[in-house]
């Protein structure tokens, strides 16, 4: 049976006393992080080296000893040892190029801390080190597995959450033996090969006058006055809103079309580039494709399904997909087109999502591998010649 990692989010209700608590341990991580950051970037313009994580952590257990900074000691030690783990992390993928350079975390955003062991769910509470007496959780669904790390996150709007990192046996779904082919789009989020339309929400535009309402009463507060703080809030209040609707959308989409198809291919698009597009930009986020897909991608691993990224250079909106002749005077605001080898009429969507199927049956045929995503691509391709140049000797030596 395979297994698979799942994470399960649930809302916390912590005492007054708890919150406090809480606080100091978004505080002290936060506190950790930033530090260690700063030392890092001053011993490497120094030297262009800097400390890694094991150096790190014999330097924070000396901190605690220290008189100025044995307040340390008031929250888990994991936790902040957690926190040295997350900034070594990002070292380690900036420099291997899949992340920009770490950044100095803010109060002002999203809080959160981590402890990577020894947290359990017990008479609907969470029980965690330097909290005996669990913290209130409402469990609206079972939690199966193996319980691993836990993270607990404060969001802008004061709401508390817990994140349970599990490890469990795969659930797979049962067989439809059927295929599809999807487009993503801004008229409908998703058009599907058998001619489904998932209609696009458009959260953003759909909250528009409330929020600049909001934010028109905003910028008449004083900054740091009460009247500011709370007007802030609602503001926040409108783009959780907005977040929570797009996530749910996502999530009731990608699952229908996973239980639906065995077989979901999708186009490998460049959303990084396309959100460059200034006139379109602000729809693209909106729509969120890159989350939609990677959604798509960890639920047909779950459950036994399997999801196909097409070249994103394939023209499937512009070729035929009955007689594979190509439109190349197609524009994006034309939404039908007639073929001009075959005569058939085409709903621009529909056709692409069929085009992005055969082609994803094709290419699992051939055994052939798609782009990367995002600026990736270069690299990829970079590396791809390198190895395909290395392997030429070898190749040749067996052939002779």
């Known amino acids: 049976m395979k297994m698979i990692n799942k994470t399960y989010k649930f809302r916390l209700f912590p005492t ?16 950790v992080y930033n530090h260690f950051l700063n030392e890092r ?8 080296k800097s400390d890694n994580y094991y150096k790190q952590a014999a330097t924070l257990t000396k901190l605690k000893k ?5 307040w340390l000691k008031e929250v888990n030690s994991q936790t902040l040892q957690f926190a040295l783990r997350s900034l070594d992390t990002a070292f380690l993928n900036f420099f291997r190029g899949n992340a920009q350079f770490p950044k100095f975390k803010s109060r002002k955003h999203k809080n959160t801390f981590t402890i990577p062991q020894f947290g359990k769910l017990e008479d609907g509470k969470i029980i965690i080190p330097k909290f005996r007496d669990g913290i209130k959780v409402k469990l609206h669904r079972e939690v199966k597995g193996e319980i691993g790390k836990m993270s607990i996150t404060k969001t802008p709007t004061g709401k508390y959450y817990v994140s349970i990192f599990t490890e469990q046996e795969a659930d797979e779904l049962p067989k439809t033996n059927r295929q599809v082919g999807i487009d993503l789009g801004l008229k409908d989020f998703v058009i599907t090969s058998d001619n489904n339309k998932f209609k696009n929400n458009r959260y953003t535009k759909k909250y528009t006058k409330q929020l600049k309402k909001a934010q028109q009463h905003l910028s008449r507060k004083q900054n740091g006055s009460n009247g500011f703080e709370k007007q802030k809030l609602k503001v926040v209040k409108i783009h959780e809103k907005i977040a929570s609707c797009r996530l749910d959308t996502l999530h009731k989409v990608s699952k229908e079309l996973v239980e ?13 580039g396309m959100i460059k597009n200034h006139k379109l930009s602000k729809h693209i986020a909106d729509a969120s494709w890159g989350n939609f897909v990677t959604l798509l991608q960890y639920k047909c691993n779950w459950y036994g399904k399997e999801l196909v990224k097409v070249n994103r250079f394939y023209p499937s909106s512009k070729t035929c997909g009955d007689c594979g002749w190509i439109n190349q005077e197609l524009k994006l605001s034309d939404r039908e087109w007639t ?16 085009n992005i199927l055969k082609e994803g049956l ?5 055994g052939t591998v798609e782009y990367t995503d995002g600026d990736s691509n270069k690299t990829s391709v970079k590396k791809h010649k390198s190895m ?13």
């Open 339 to 354: 073929c001009k080898s075959c005569g058939v009429v085409h709903d621009r969507d529909v056709n692409a999502s069929r």
């Open 66 to 70: 220290e008189e100025d900074t044995k």
């Open 41 to 48: 970037k001053e011993q490497y313009q120094a030297d262009k």
């Open 260 to 272: 639906s198809y065995d077989l979901i291919s999708v186009e490998d698009l460049n959303v990084k």
């Open 388 to 400: 395909k140049s290395e392997a030429q000797p070898i190749a040749s030596g067996v052939g002779g």
């Open 362 to 366: 094709k290419n699992i045929s051939a």
């Open 16 to 31: 007054k006393e708890q919150e406090v608590h809480l606080n100091q341990h978004f505080g002290h991580s936060r506190w």
